[in-house]
């Protein structure tokens, strides 16, 4: 399995500010995903981040909103741009396990307020 | 798109046994896996399928039928701790990645009383 691990678990922004959310690993992975999870609601996926060239967003995603770096292959951020209230979610990192078949696994997640 | 329908609530006694349907619509199905999230807490994983018929892991099941889009899991001898909301999600291969992307439906809460 994988370990991953979130920075910050929680916030609290004001509207019109921009948040960074950190992922780390404890192993390389090739690609790592980015999903939100609004009040109520299931995950939808963000965006897949890959090393070494641009994320690929999913429809109704765009990278002046949520850009994504993938400096090495065990790390990963997402901001989230001028917020506002509807982006109060909570946001996980997920990667692939290590076997070829292996599950995909989740981070504790940041949970983020805006104001 | 991907179309993933789960039932939005179900509810249970414990000692007892419950089935939580999925049904899918998609293109490039490459498995499906079902999770487990009590609140405030990240999903954790619980089955995975990738060709027809049952799994099996203790006290939970998971089937699929890839001509019907469909899968099932199935939860024997309920417990209190069991309330959670189960999430059903499809595997997405594209040419862009090896294994695929993960879609996920809407969850099904699952209230065990006792």
């Known amino acids: 399995s994988a370990v991953i691990s979130q920075k910050p678990s929680r916030d609290i922004c004001q509207r019109g500010t921009s948040l960074t959310i950190q992922c780390q690993v404890d192993?390389?992975?090739?690609?790592m995903f980015w999903y939100r999870q609004q009040p109520g609601q299931s995950l939808t996926l963000i965006a897949t981040?890959?090393?070494?060239?641009?994320?690929?967003?999913e429809s109704g995603f765009v990278i002046d909103k949520f850009p994504i770096s993938r400096p090495n292959l065990t790390f990963s951020t997402l901001t989230v741009s001028n917020m506002s209230p509807e982006d109060s979610s909570i946001y996980l990192c997920?990667?692939?396990?290590?076997?070829?078949?292996?599950?995909?696994?989740f981070g504790p997640g940041t949970r983020l307020t805006v104001l | 798109g991907q179309n993933i329908d789960q039932p939005t609530e179900m509810t249970a006694t414990e000692g007892a046994i419950v089935q939580i349907n999925c049904t899918y619509q998609?293109?490039?199905?490459?498995?499906l896996f079902w999770y487990q999230q009590h609140a405030g807490e990240a999903p954790t994983f619980l089955s995975y399928n990738v060709l027809d018929g049952l799994e099996e892991k203790g006290r939970f099941s998971s089937f699929l039928s890839r001509s019907k889009g469909y899968s099932y899991l199935l939860l024997k001898e309920l417990q209190m701790k069991d309330s959670a909301s189960y999430l059903c999600a499809v595997r997405v291969a594209d040419r862009g990645s090896t294994l695929g992307r993960l879609y996920f439906g809407r969850g099904t809460q699952l209230t065990v009383w006792p």
């Open positions: 998609t293109s490039g199905f490459n498995g």
């Open positions: 192993s390389q992975v090739t690609m």
């Open positions: 997920s990667v692939f396990g290590l076997a070829a078949t292996d599950t995909q696994y």
């Open positions: 981040a890959n090393q070494g060239s641009e994320a690929t967003y």
